[in-house]
């Protein structure tokens, strides 16, 4: 029930009494009380998350529609409201919070007070006036917050996964193989404690990253099959109180069509609403792909060291002046956002796990720190592996005098020689080399170990650094 008070106010009434709302709000009473009790991190919703829920909400008024639930016209107008949101529009009035009231009924009203809201200017009537069509009747007939957010947090993370990790994973893995294909013949140095180990190939380095980033995609892709089966129907507590006995069916097929993923009703749905565990899964198969990313940041990092005092084996792609002091310097920057990005998400996965367990009886309140974190954490790590790729990775150079110095340099060469003169006279043969600075074939040779023949054969840097 509305009711103008001036040019710049409307009055709205809920439960707890009467509030006056901006004239131009899209949104209503119910998410003013939220703006005014949680102004606590200034983060609103995200986008991809705003998607989720109106895609939702789009879905469920051509379910309620056709099955004569809600009337006709006023269906329509919804899905017309939904669908300009979708386009962008009215993207400023989703206000709330991301630390608001469990369960995340502040946000959801929010959603279901903008679409009431231009679905009656869409039918000539006042923002405000619910009785034509309502955030709660119409909007969110059928529907509780417990079901919606649960279904929303598997929308915004298949939507996240799709537009934003996949795409960016497929590009790092392609780069990865050509750059792999372009160093397949530039021998290095292997390391391993930090101390010289036996030579390896550079393009295998590449490639090795090429296929961990691979794994990661297959394991992120099965912990991501789970979010595909849905809890929405269950209503509040999972008995599908207030819904049409086809309604879950059928707002699961139209969903599957709006989002082009093959999603199903789940055989039970409390638990579908009460279990956190597929969000728990994603998270943690995010997380695992992070860490090695670090390990990989870390390691582009340590290669490109230098110029003059460290391992200079590459050259990442300078960005941008590295010092606000030193002239000429620049920083392996993109290698260090990487870093950054994936402790963030690391934290945010430790957020999830611990939201995830905190729930009691038929619902967990803790969803919308669920929601931000996971799709955030999809969002950013995908954006992350696509600048890495494009402004790093795709533009490393070698420098093969330096690998090759290195590779030959190394007192590893002599793990070679172990099935020819044995363990303790290698180890011998690498003492006096570090100990005097001379090479481990001229040792070998002056204390006639081998043949200069059999010596050539074995310390073949291309044989000893082939794969097999």
């Not at 707890?16 to 102004?39: C, H, S, V, W």
């Not at 796990?353 to 790590?381: C, F, K, R, T, W």
């Not at 795709?394 to 007192?411: F, K, N, P, W």
Request: with cysteine.
């Amino acid at each position: 029930m509305s009711k103008t008070n001036s040019d710049r106010y409307r009055i709205e009434k809920d439960s707890m009494g009467e509030r006056q709302i901006p004239i131009d709000a899209y949104y209503g009473i119910q998410t003013l009380r939220a703006k005014e009790n949680f102004p606590i991190s200034g983060l609103k919703p995200l986008s991809t998350y705003v998607d989720a829920c109106v895609i939702i909400k789009k879905a469920t008024a051509i379910a309620n529609g056709e099955l004569n639930c809600i009337p006709q016209e006023i269906s329509d107008a919804i899905v017309k409201a939904a669908n300009e949101i979708l386009k962008g529009e009215y993207r400023d009035q989703f206000i709330v919070d991301v630390y608001q009231a469990g369960a995340g009924t502040s946000h959801h009203m929010n959603v279901n007070e903008v679409l009431a809201n231009r679905a009656l200017e869409i039918l000539g009537e006042t923002k405000g006036d619910y009785q034509k069509v309502s955030p709660n009747d119409h909007v969110n007939y059928g529907q509780s917050t417990n079901d919606v957010i649960p279904t929303a947090i598997r929308i915004g993370s298949l939507l996240a996964l799709t537009h934003s990790l996949y795409p960016a994973l497929n590009s790092a893995i392609a780069t990865l193989e050509q750059k792999a294909n372009e160093f397949q013949n530039v021998v290095k140095s292997g390391r391993t404690h930090l101390q010289d180990a036996v030579p390896v190939r550079m393009g295998e380095t590449f490639r090795a990253w090429q296929f961990i980033l691979s794994d990661h995609h297959r394991r992120i892709k099965l912990a991501a099959a789970d979010l595909q089966t849905l809890g929405l129907g269950g209503s509040a507590a999972g008995t599908g109180l207030n819904t049409h006995p086809q309604y879950r069916f059928r707002v699961a097929e139209i969903l599957s069509e709006l989002i082009n993923h093959p999603l199903k009703t789940a055989p039970h749905l409390m638990a579908a609403m009460q279990s956190m565990s597929p969000f728990v899964s994603v998270s943690g198969a995010i997380r695992n792909l992070a860490q090695d990313l670090v390990k990989i940041s870390h390691d582009l990092r340590l290669m490109d060291s230098g110029p003059k005092t460290g391992f200079k084996e590459i050259q990442l792609p300078p960005v941008q002046p590295g010092s606000s002091i030193m002239p000429g310097k620049y920083n392996p920057v993109i290698a260090e956002m990487t870093s950054m990005v994936c402790f963030q998400v690391m934290g945010y996965d430790t957020t999830i796990a611990m939201a995830a367990q905190a729930g009691q009886l038929e619902l967990n309140v803790m969803m919308p720190l669920i929601a931000y974190d996971l799709i955030h954490s999809i969002e950013i790590i995908g954006k992350t592996i696509d600048v890495l790729t494009k402004r790093c990775l795709s533009g490393i150079e070698v420098r093969r005098d330096r690998t090759l110095a290195y590779a030959e340099g190394s007192l590893a060469l002599v793990t070679a020689l172990n099935p020819h003169i044995g363990y303790l006279n290698a180890a011998a043969v690498a003492k006096e080399s570090l100990e005097t600075g001379k090479s481990i074939r001229e040792i070998v040779l002056e204390r006639e170990l081998m043949s200069k023949t059999d010596l050539d054969r074995v310390l073949d840097l291309d044989k000893m650094s082939t794969l097999p």
